[in-house]
């Protein structure tokens, strides 16, 4: 009596694609919980996605060039790199995890020359950023440099006692000298980008009088413009300091 034949096993590639299908369709699925706002749930559903590829098995470094498109020598530099994380022992073999963050990294990059490079920097960024002391630091940068609700105001404030300063002195060889600084912003294309230089330019176009109308205009528009104002020398340093102090 011949014996019962037991069901052949899945080649480990085909058993790397069915998880890492599973992988894709629980990454999209925690896509759309977090475009829906469900944050907590998209979380939750990509922590088992990675788990899943997390406790595979690794998969051979051939499969993971084809799935790649990846030369052999590319291939080996990545290994050698850290962005595919070899397993020991022979044939060279990866982890799926890690093949499934190159592959993630190699969708959001343009693809081409400095490839490599690209996606190495990318998934360092993103080990990087998942790291305590990375949060903690990112954290106090945060504190450090969020301005209290009256901060942006304060500096308007001392900005625009500036400017009235400025307008009070304003004459036709200084509103020259600032015309000429402001060609040479558009001509230059810097250190001032190139919309405000233009706006600038329109302004200082104006007569004296209405030049000196224009700068101490307490509206939005102006406001913006005096953060890169075109008038240095106007004013002397120990003036400019005493009105900061006096508007502080």
């Known amino acids: 009596m011949r014996a019962a034949t037991q069901p052949r096993a899945a080649p480990p590639e085909a058993a790397a694609e069915q998880i890492l299908r599973a992988f894709g369709r629980m990454r999209s699925a925690a896509i759309d919980l977090r475009r829906r706002g469900d944050r907590e749930s998209a979380a939750e559903v990509e922590q088992i996605a990675w788990e899943l590829v997390e406790g595979s098995a690794p998969v051979k470094a051939s499969y993971a060039r084809a799935r790649l498109g990846i030369s052999d020598p590319t291939l080996r530099t990545w290994v050698a790199r850290g962005i595919l994380e070899r397993t020991a022992g022979q044939p060279l073999r990866v982890t799926l995890a890690s093949l499934a963050r190159a592959e993630i990294q190699a969708e959001r990059v343009h693809m081409g020359r400095g490839m490599t490079e690209t996606v190495e920097k990318h998934l360092r960024w993103e080990r990087l950023a998942a790291t305590e002391s990375f949060q903690r630091a990112l954290s106090n940068l945060s504190a450090a440099t969020t301005s209290p609700p009256n901060a942006h105001r304060s500096a ?9 300063a400025i307008a009070e002195r304003l004459d036709e060889r200084s509103l020259t000298a600032a015309r000429a600084r402001v ?9 001032v980008d190139t919309a ?20 101490v205009q307490d509206s939005e528009a102006m406001r913006d413009l005096r953060q890169d104002s075109p008038f240095a020398g106007v004013l002397t340093e120990p003036e400019r300091h005493r009105i900061l102090r006096e508007s502080a």
């Not at 060609?183 to 250190?191: A, C, T």
Request: charged fraction near 30%; glycine fraction near 10%.
């Open 156 to 164: 308007e404030r001392r900005s625009l006692a500036l400017h009235r």
């Open 183 to 191: 060609r040479r912003w558009l001509k230059q294309g810097g250190p």
């Open 196 to 215: 405000t230089a233009g706006r600038w330019d329109t302004i200082l176009g104006a007569s004296l009088a209405e030049v000196r109308k224009a700068i």
